[in-house]
């Protein structure tokens, strides 16, 4: 019923930039807390950034001062803005959002498809 569909990953240089958008779509009533997460090869998956329906921030420590969140409630988008991008932000990077589908639904969690972001030094 809910979709959350990314796009606008890609290859870039090192201090390049990129920015990320995250539609959710479908049966929504609300969308609580969203997040971006990534996955390089052989890791486990990580938060990036979480941020909250009233657009409160997290970061994890690693891109603190580089990457932005922001959201577009009306749109049900979040974004991530990427800036000064270093070869290690290399991996796939997920959507995450806590999606209520009805008045009376229960908040269920949904994940994006991913998308590559690849920089190159």
């Known amino acids: 019923q809910v979709q959350l569909v990314e796009s606008g990953g890609g290859l870039v240089q090192a201090g390049g930039s990129l920015r990320l958008s995250c539609a959710a779509s479908g049966s929504i009533f609300s969308i609580n807390a969203m997040a971006w997460y990534r996955q390089a090869p052989g890791k486990q998956r990580e938060l990036v950034a979480a941020?909250?329906?009233?657009?409160?921030?997290d970061y994890a420590d690693s891109v603190k001062g580089r990457f932005t969140a922001s959201r577009d409630n009306a749109k049900n988008t979040m974004y991530l803005q990427m800036n000064s991008l270093k070869p290690e932000d290399t991996a796939v990077y997920y959507c995450?959002?806590?999606?209520?589908?009805?008045?009376?639904?229960?908040?269920?969690?949904?994940w994006g498809q991913g998308t590559q972001v690849t920089v190159s030094s």
């Open positions: 995450n959002a806590d999606v209520q589908q009805g008045l009376w639904g229960r908040v269920l969690n949904y």
């Open positions: 941020i909250t329906s009233g657009s409160s921030t």
